[in-house]
C-alpha cells in the first residue's frame, strides 16, 4: 500500500542463547513487518538495545537488517552513544552499509549544557556521510533537546529531521516553525489516533513489533477517515502498552514471549533482564487482551 503516512518500526534485536545476533529471528520479524506495510525501520534504536549489544553483534545486526530489508522500507541506524568519540566510531562502523540514515541519541550517562550538544550533533553531521536524525529521549538520558536547540540544528543541511519521545507538546513549537525539509517523527503511541487525525504524519515505535496488524488497521482507518475505528484501535494498543509496562516481568522479557509466540525465534532480552517465569508465562498469554494480539485481531475486526 503506498501513501503518506510513514509508519517507522523501531526493530527489536533478537539474540541466540550466547547473545550473538539471531538471523533468523530478525529475518522472520523484518518480514513480518513489511507484510502488514511498515515502511520504516530504525535498526539498534531504544528497542534494540545497542549499548547492550557487542560491537561485533551490533556489526552483523546493521548488515543483516539491509540484506533483508532489501530496499523495500526506510532504513535508519542508531549510532548515538557516550561520547564524541564513541559515536563517531559508530558512524564509521555503519556508514558504508546502504543504509537511509543515523539516529544519534541525546549524550546520555554525564550532563551536557544545550551549546554542548550543539557542538556535538554539529560536529558529528559535519563527518557523517549519512543524513543525520536527532534523537530526544529525556527521560532516558537525563539531557533534554530544547526546541531553541532543536531550531539551530535544524539549519545544519545534513541534519535532516528529529525522532522525539519526550511529549508532543514539546516538539509541536519545531513542527510549527520548520519546513518539511526537517522531519519531525514522534513516539507518542498513546496518542497516535489524536495525531493522525491532526495530521501528524510519521511515527516511530518499538510497540510495533508486537503488533503490526494494528498499525495497518490503523494507517487504513487514517486515510479513508474513519475516526471511530481509528480510536477504537488505539484503546487496544493503549491497554497493551499499560499490560506490558505494569507487568511483573521485565518489559523486554514479556515482550520476547509474544515475539516468540508470533513465530520469530530469538530472546529480546540480554543479560541482566531476567526472563519470564513459567508462572509469568502462563498469566501473560491466557490474559485475553494478549489473546487478541497473537490473533491480529482488533476490537473493529472482533466485532465484524
Not at 514522534?186 to 503490526?212: C, F, K, S, T
Amino acid at each position: 500500500m503506498t501513501h503518506s503516512l510513514k509508519m517507522i518500526t523501531a526493530l527489536g534485536t533478537p539474540l541466540t542463547a550466547e547473545e550473538d545476533l539471531h538471523p533468523a529471528g530478525l529475518e522472520a520479524q523484518i518480514q513480518d513487518q513489511l507484510t502488514h506495510g511498515i515502511n520504516g525501520f530504525l535498526v539498534a534504536g531504544t528497542m534494540g538495545l545497542m549499548q547492550l549489544l557487542k560491537d561485533s553483534t551490533y556489526r552483523e545486526l546493521v548488515e543483516r537488517s539491509v540484506q533483508f530489508n532489501a530496499g523495500h522500507a526506510e532504513l535508519l541506524v542508531g549510532v548515538g552513544d557516550t561520547s564524541f568519540v564513541r559515536t563517531r566510531e559508530r558512524i564509521r562502523m555503519v556508514e558504508d552499509f546502504a543504509i537511509d540514515g543515523i539516529v544519534v541519541i541525546s549524550p546520555y550517562f554525564l550532563k551536557y549544557s544545550q551549546s554542548d550538544l550543539v557542538d556535538y550533533f554539529e560536529t558529528l553531521a559535519d563527518l557523517s556521510s549519512r543524513p543525520v536524525f536527532l534523537y530526544d529521549l529525556p527521560q532516558t538520558t537525563g539531557t533534554k533537546l530544547e526546541v531553541d536547540t532543536v531550531l539551530q540544528l535544524a539549519k545544519h543541511p545534513n541534519i535532516r529531521g528529529i525522532k522525539c519521545s519526550d511529549h508532543f507538546t514539546t516538539i509541536r513549537p519545531v513542527i510549527d516553525a520548520v519546513g518539511e525539509e526537517f522531519r519531525v517523527i514522534v513516539a507518542q503511541p498513546n496518542l497516535m489516533d489524536v495525531l493522525l487525525q491532526a495530521g501528524v504524519r510519521e511515527h516511530l515505535d518499538g510497540i510495533y513489533i508486537v503488533v503490526p496488524e494494528w498499525i495497518e488497521a490503523m494507517v487504513e482507518a487514517t486515510l479513508v477517515k474513519d475516526w471511530n475505528r481509528l480510536a477504537l484501535v488505539q484503546q487496544d494498543l493503549s491497554a497493551l502498552l499499560k499490560l506490558l509496562t505494569t507487568f511483573s516481568a521485565p518489559l523486554f522479557s514479556t515482550v520476547t514471549i509474544l515475539m516468540n509466540e508470533r513465530g520469530i525465534p530469538g530472546n529480546f532480552a540480554p543479560q541482566p533482564m531476567r526472563p519470564v517465569t513459567s508462572a509469568e508465562r502462563e498469566q501473560l498469554l491466557a490474559h485475553p487482551l494478549v489473546q487478541k494480539v497473537l490473533t491480529g485481531k482488533t476490537i473493529t475486526s472482533v466485532e465484524a
